[in-house]
């Protein structure tokens, strides 16, 4: 048997070997295998056919100066690779075991064909191994073929090629499992402009299995950071506290798209089921749902017929290029608060390219709801972003009514701007019966259950959104506002340095911090981490007008001014928390400040009323910082005063 030469990847059965990267490939999508275990392989495929000497291995792969046990050695690396090649010794069909002598290779190398529009090479001519010879022909007429044939058939389905005995008998290897996450799909593009495709589908299947009942699903945000990793698979399971992953490849070709999937046990790394997709890229949410259905069988786990609908639900097409507009939108959504402005960009775009399209609505109206926070180069008015926000809210939910994306972001609108406490509850509580590993409705549910003075209900809830998303700086500070809310400040603390651990760039967490510090009287820290924040905001801002027009860009975000005049107010440093004041006040020359940023600074330099000044004008905005002021720590000064008692009132905080 001729060997290709290295430069060409050997492919035999499903398997390919690049033996110049090192690596080893089923189905497209690369296996993760160890060095030696990979060595081994390399050197059967040397000379395939023939007897590799156990001498000849240690030789080559086990110097006599660095391994000491070499049988067990040998013995565990053959083990390892024929459960990454899915074969057994006792009926092997790759790696054959010559007792007392060594190992031979008996599958059949393929020569190179021609390639399909993916580049992946199909009908290859087996180069077939040296038979013994027989007395007499091989063929002896119709009989002889027949029983052959008969032979041939039991053969395939003994080894299930082609899922043949799964087909014929079902497959009885099923485990149940009961989280798993999805490992960013492999971009096998060679267009690094469309790199977001792959992460936009990994994001559109991890949601897809989310909806399965009884069956914990890592958040998209969560795995992203395994993007191109060379941790192992089980360091990875545990990282995550999963049972099992999902890990393949996208590859474009055109308007379709090809996704291979396959199925790892994370605590023995063992490939249990892969499978290949083709599909037109305007019906890839069937292609979704094709791959949710077939990992739910794989994992054993039993499809309510609600499941089953919901799924259904699913099955129809979509504009391509609104389908990408989409998951760009929510590639720089996943940036917030640096992404911000692009991700609203790219969700109008899709809108506008499909007007069904309700998962475009619900990122456009979780767009304009953030608006009102932080901002992109604008921050607009309650009234006209959440007026916006709600609009398509609307939308997505009248297009899609089995979406948790929808009645997320419906609640989000009722809670923060509509202040409809009953309203926002039931969306949200409908956003996590559809969807229950969908984190943002899990983290917007805490802080409404919060508000309304439920603060173990709301602890409680914010620490599901953390099991559902552990890497996310979002979330990760959503649980450390959750603990300074319910004035358990070093809880908080701890939590923040996570989140800053996830991402040190990240300004919400800075800010968090200096309020648990300022709480604690730590008043110099608090001021320190604010100043970083600053900084920190400046970049941001700067980088959120890269693009704008001429005279538009404003680098000013009204947020760090309002929390450092505060500090300053509270350390003595009085001139300081002035001129942050007469910033806010220039900002809002040309731009929306909330009162709430005077008010927490004119509270802080002991002006009562001016504070509630302010606070009356953030109701009148229907500004969403008046919802904390039953818990809100800042405002304990102004507790006891009536006119604190009939703000409250006001907002539906006391009743």
Same mark, same amino acid.
């Given at each position: 048997?001729?060997?290709?030469?290295?430069?060409?990847?050997?492919?035999?059965?499903?398997?390919?070997?690049?033996?110049?990267?090192?690596?080893?490939?089923?189905?497209?999508?690369?296996?993760?295998?160890?060095?030696?275990?990979?060595?081994?392989?390399?050197?059967?495929?040397?000379?395939?056919?023939?007897?590799?000497?156990?001498?000849?291995?240690?030789?080559?792969?086990?110097?006599?100066?660095?391994?000491?046990?070499?049988?067990?050695?040998?013995?565990?690396?053959?083990?390892?690779?024929?459960?990454?090649?899915?074969?057994?010794?006792?009926?092997?069909?790759?790696?054959?075991?010559?007792?007392?002598?060594?190992?031979?290779?008996?599958?059949?190398?393929?020569?190179?064909?021609?390639?399909?529009?993916?580049?992946?090479?199909?009908?290859?001519?087996?180069?077939?191994?040296?038979?013994?010879?027989?007395?007499?022909?091989?063929?002896?007429?119709?009989?002889?073929?027949?029983?052959?044939?008969?032979?041939?058939?039991?053969?395939?389905?003994?080894?299930?090629?082609?899922?043949?005995?799964?087909?014929?008998?079902?497959?009885?290897?099923?485990?149940?499992?009961?989280?798993?996450?999805?490992?960013?799909?492999?971009?096998?593009?060679?267009?690094?402009?469309?790199?977001?495709?792959?992460?936009?589908?990994?994001?559109?299947?991890?949601?897809?299995?989310?909806?399965?009942?009884?069956?914990?699903?890592?958040?998209?945000?969560?795995?992203?950071?395994?993007?191109?990793?060379?941790?192992?698979?089980?360091?990875?399971?545990?990282?995550?506290?999963?049972?099992?992953?999902?890990?393949?490849?996208?590859?474009?070709?055109?308007?379709?798209?090809?996704?291979?999937?396959?199925?790892?046990?994370?605590?023995?790394?063992?490939?249990?089921?892969?499978?290949?997709?083709?599909?037109?890229?305007?019906?890839?949410?069937?292609?979704?749902?094709?791959?949710?259905?077939?990992?739910?069988?794989?994992?054993?786990?039993?499809?309510?017929?609600?499941?089953?609908?919901?799924?259904?639900?699913?099955?129809?097409?979509?504009?391509?290029?609104?389908?990408?507009?989409?998951?760009?939108?929510?590639?720089?959504?996943?940036?917030?608060?640096?992404?911000?402005?692009?991700?609203?960009?790219?969700?109008?775009?899709?809108?506008?390219?499909?007007?069904?399209?309700?998962?475009?609505?619900?990122?456009?109206?979780?767009?304009?709801?953030?608006?009102?926070?932080?901002?992109?180069?604008?921050?607009?008015?309650?009234?006209?972003?959440?007026?916006?926000?709600?609009?398509?809210?609307?939308?997505?939910?009248?297009?899609?009514?089995?979406?948790?994306?929808?009645?997320?972001?419906?609640?989000?609108?009722?809670?923060?701007?509509?202040?409809?406490?009953?309203? $926002?509850?039931? !969306? &949200?509580?409908? +956003?996590?019966? @559809?969807?229950? %590993? #969908? =984190?943002?409705?899990?983290?917007?549910? *805490?802080?409404?259950?919060?508000?309304?003075?439920?603060?173990?209900?709301?602890?409680?809830?914010?620490?599901?959104?953390?099991?559902?998303?552990?890497?996310?700086?979002?979330?990760?500070?959503?649980?450390?506002?959750?603990?300074?809310?319910?004035?358990?400040?070093?809880?908080?603390?701890?939590?923040?340095?996570?989140?800053?651990?996830?991402?040190?760039?990240?300004?919400?967490?800075?800010?968090?911090?200096?309020?648990?510090?300022?709480?604690?009287?730590?008043?110099?820290? $608090?001021?320190? !981490? &604010?100043?970083? +924040?600053?900084? @920190?905001?400046? %970049? #941001? =801002?700067?980088?959120?007008?890269?693009? *704008?027009?001429?005279?538009?860009?404003?680098?000013?975000?009204?947020?760090?001014?309002?929390?450092?005049?505060?500090?300053?107010?509270?350390?003595?440093?009085?001139?300081?928390?002035?001129?942050?004041?007469?910033?806010?006040?220039?900002?809002?020359?040309?731009?929306?400040?909330?009162?709430?940023?005077?008010?927490?600074?004119?509270?802080?330099?002991?002006?009562?009323?001016?504070?509630?000044?302010?606070?009356?004008?953030?109701?009148?905005?229907?500004?969403?910082?008046?919802?904390?002021?039953?818990?809100?720590?800042?405002?304990?000064? @102004?507790?006891?005063?009536?006119?604190?008692?009939?703000?409250?009132?006001?907002?539906?905080?006391?009743?």
């Amino acid at each position: 048997m001729v060997t290709p030469p290295v430069s060409q990847p050997v492919r035999f059965d499903v398997f390919e070997v690049d033996l110049r990267a090192g690596e080893l490939r089923k189905h497209g999508i690369k296996i993760r295998l160890q060095e030696q275990p990979f060595l081994i392989l390399q050197t059967l495929l040397e000379t395939p056919g023939q007897i590799v000497t156990r001498e000849e291995l240690q030789k080559k792969i086990w110097p006599g100066d660095t391994f000491v046990d070499f049988d067990h050695g040998l013995h565990a690396a053959v083990n390892r690779l024929r459960l990454a090649l899915g074969d057994a010794a006792d009926s092997p069909r790759f790696v054959e075991t010559v007792a007392r002598r060594g190992y031979r290779f008996i599958g059949q190398i393929q020569v190179p064909a021609a390639e399909t529009p993916f580049g992946i090479r199909v009908a290859p001519q087996a180069a077939n191994l040296p038979r013994k010879r027989v007395a007499g022909k091989w063929w002896a007429g119709p009989p002889i073929g027949f029983s052959l044939a008969i032979l041939v058939a039991a053969v395939l389905v003994f080894f299930n090629v082609w899922g043949l005995r799964n087909w014929l008998f079902g497959s009885t290897n099923h485990r149940a499992f009961r989280s798993l996450a999805v490992l960013p799909l492999e971009d096998l593009t060679p267009d690094p402009s469309k790199d977001y495709i792959p992460e936009g589908m990994t994001e559109d299947l991890t949601t897809q299995l989310s909806k399965l009942e009884n069956l914990k699903v890592i958040s998209h945000t969560s795995v992203m950071q395994y993007k191109q990793t060379h941790k192992p698979l089980p360091q990875i399971a545990r990282e995550l506290n999963v049972d099992a992953v999902v890990e393949g490849a996208v590859q474009l070709a055109g308007n379709r798209v090809r996704i291979t999937v396959q199925l790892v046990d994370a605590a023995t790394d063992q490939h249990l089921w892969a499978q290949t997709y083709d599909r037109e890229l305007k019906d890839v949410l069937i292609l979704q749902s094709e791959v949710t259905q077939d990992v739910a069988k794989q994992i054993a786990l039993e499809l309510t017929p609600q499941q089953q609908r919901r799924l259904a639900n699913d099955v129809h097409q979509v504009n391509p290029e609104a389908y990408q507009d989409y998951w760009i939108g929510r590639y720089y959504w996943n940036q917030r608060p640096n992404g911000l402005a692009k991700a609203g960009q790219y969700f109008q775009q899709a809108t506008q390219k499909d007007r069904n399209y309700a998962l475009a609505y619900s990122g456009l109206s979780d767009y304009f709801a953030f608006l009102t926070l932080i901002g992109g180069p604008e921050i607009l008015p309650p009234s006209q972003a959440m007026a916006r926000a709600k609009e398509a809210a609307a939308k997505a939910v009248q297009l899609d009514d089995s979406s948790a994306e929808a009645h997320a972001s419906n609640g989000h609108v009722l809670h923060n701007y509509d202040w409809d406490w009953n309203g $926002a509850e039931r !969306e &949200l509580k409908r +956003a996590i019966e @559809l969807n229950p %590993n #969908y =984190a943002p409705a899990h983290h917007w549910y *805490a802080h409404l259950l919060m508000q309304e003075g439920r603060t173990q209900e709301a602890i409680d809830e914010a620490q599901r959104a953390l099991q559902l998303d552990p890497m996310s700086p979002f979330i990760n500070g959503g649980m450390a506002r959750q603990y300074y809310l319910a004035r358990q400040y070093d809880k908080s603390i701890a939590q923040c340095r996570v989140a800053l651990e996830k991402d040190a760039s990240y300004p919400p967490a800075r800010i968090q911090l200096a309020l648990n510090y300022e709480q604690k009287g730590m008043l110099a820290e $608090a001021v320190s !981490e &604010l100043e970083k +924040a600053r900084t @920190l905001t400046a %970049n #941001y =801002a700067a980088g959120a007008n890269n693009g *704008a027009s001429q005279g538009t860009a404003k680098t000013d975000l009204p947020i760090i001014h309002g929390m450092l005049g505060y500090a300053y107010a509270r350390a003595g440093r009085t001139a300081d928390a002035q001129s942050e004041f007469g910033l806010l006040k220039t900002i809002g020359q040309h731009r929306y400040v909330p009162p709430s940023y005077f008010a927490i600074i004119s509270l802080a330099l002991g002006k009562n009323d001016d504070a509630f000044l302010w606070l009356n004008r953030a109701y009148q905005d229907h500004s969403e910082q008046m919802l904390y002021m039953g818990v809100e720590p800042i405002v304990d000064p @102004l507790r006891g005063d009536p006119r604190f008692d009939v703000l409250l009132h006001k907002v539906g905080l006391k009743h």
